[in-house]
């Protein structure tokens, strides 16, 4: 655990010097600005999800330019531990931008009130829903950039989601018919009536992702030449 | 266990180019010089000796124990390239990598920073290259590595800079139990500080002994175009023909075979390379 810890301070550190005020600023503001327009939170937790999502390139990015892969080994981390260090440090780094999320939203809803504009408080579905979404877009391009390096892999990183969002509508369009509907119905009613299975399911699947995920990202990297 | 490093049967198979059973050891407290042209596997070697490659086959010990990424904590690496993230300061580079070494001495960086001329506020990016490689042998030097690889580190370097690092890496193997292992293709700077050399060429180990012993076991021959025998030219390693003459390289041994009159006088370890690689380019 200490080694992982380690690596994801490393981690840190690679993109340390590019979280400039400036721009640490830029995003704050904007996701402030966004919630207080939208009079809800949920547009904070987008721009942190857009920023979650360009800094899980950003370690890659920074790490190809100095050959930081030698480096790890030089610093006597084996490969899983690599991997799984990485994981470690978007996880923590997840959970960090979901509490900033969180009290940008809650103080947009209070400056949003203060100016007589309409708050929408936001569902804590709606929540999940946003982090659920910045979670599977890292869980695929983490194993992408492990097996590709970044300047390979940003190329084909939107080839994944571009395709989820093609089966999302694919879906869609299928729901449309009344008896796959019923049939669909049957089998989420039970489940969306239960919060414990909900949540649950919710749950299982989203571990289910990032392992399959992570074990790809093992896979790949383990027989990476570097 | 007096060998810090010892390589044997090194093997790795690529599309176009075959590191081929490479072994050698290299003692402590002194310095190996490993040379050879550009891509003859040196490079590869290294990686493979810090566990960045995989060999195919063949075994590295060191400090005694084989298959042990932890032993490369011992280990003081210095690149062409700094592996560091070119946007941290020199500063940066101590708070990043101290967590890694049980003994990092904090002070020594500093104290190493300034005696380098390195100011730690400045970016890895904004450093010379000399002083890149200096911040490297700072980093080595304050986790107290017992062996340094360097990997091309003087090319590119005005004498000036080289021969500090020289400085360095002589001071560096008074203690008796550190050692350096050495790539260049500048083979002058291994003539001051190196003790052993490893020369590889395509792929293979073609010497591995003292410095004076690969020296002392060749010699320079020149002289005139009829001065030769088609036998006597047989025996010139690199045989190469110019305007007045002829010129190539002598084991000593067959001194005695070459006719009276040509030139024989003591080779360099540049002249070695070139040599032996016109050698090899013949037999291709």
Known sequence: ?????????????????????????????????????????????????????????????????????????????????????????????????????????????????????????????????????????????????????????????????????????????LLRDAQIMATVTGIFTPILNSPILLWGSVAVVFVLLVFVSYRAAQGFYGKREF | MNNILEVTGLSKHYDTFLLDEVSFALGKGYIMGFIGPNGSGKTTTIKSILGITTPDDGRIELFGVSDDLTQNKRIGVVMDTPLYVEDWSAGDVGAALMPFYDNWDKVQFKTYLDKFGIDPKKQVKELSRGMRVKLQIAVALSHEAELLILDEPTSGLDPIARDEICDLLREFVIDENKSVFF????????????????????????????????????????????????????????????????????DVGCISSMPKGVLIEEVNLDEIIIFMNERGKDHD
């Open chain 2, 183 to 250: 790539s260049t293709h500048i083979t002058s700077d291994l003539e001051k500080v190196a003790d052993y050399i490893t020369f590889i060429m395509n792929g293979k180990i073609i010497y591995s002994g003292t410095r004076d012993e690969i020296l002392e076991s060749y010699v320079h021959v020149a002289g005139g175009l009829s001065d030769l025998s088609l036998e006597q030219k047989r025996l010139i390693i690199g045989y190469r023909e110019h305007g007045t003459g002829f010129e190539g390289m002598l």
């Open chain 1, 1 to 173: 655990m200490t080694k992982l810890l380690q690596f994801a301070r490393l981690d840190f550190m690679t993109i340390k010097p590019y979280f400039l005020g400036k721009n640490l600023f830029i995003y704050l503001a904007m996701a402030i600005f966004l919630s207080i327009i939208n009079g809800g939170a949920a547009s904070g937790l987008g721009v942190g999800a857009i920023i979650a999502m360009l800094m899980s390139g950003h370690t890659f990015a920074v790490g190809e330019k100095c050959n930081a892969d030698a480096l790890y080994v030089t610093l006597s981390f084996k490969r899983k531990q690599v991997v799984a260090g990485r994981y470690m440090f978007f996880l923590i780094f997840n959970v960090v931008i979901i509490v900033c999320a969180v009290i940008v939203g809650a103080f947009a809803g209070i400056v949003s009130g203060a100016l007589g504009m309409e708050v929408n408080s936001v569902a804590i579905e709606v929540w999940i829903a946003l982090a659920a979404v910045f979670v599977l877009a890292q869980a695929i391009q983490l194993p992408l950039y492990f097996k590709l390096g970044y300047t390979k892999a940003r190329f084909i990183i939107l080839f994944p989601i571009v395709l989820l969002y093609s089966l999302f509508f694919v879906a869609l369009m």
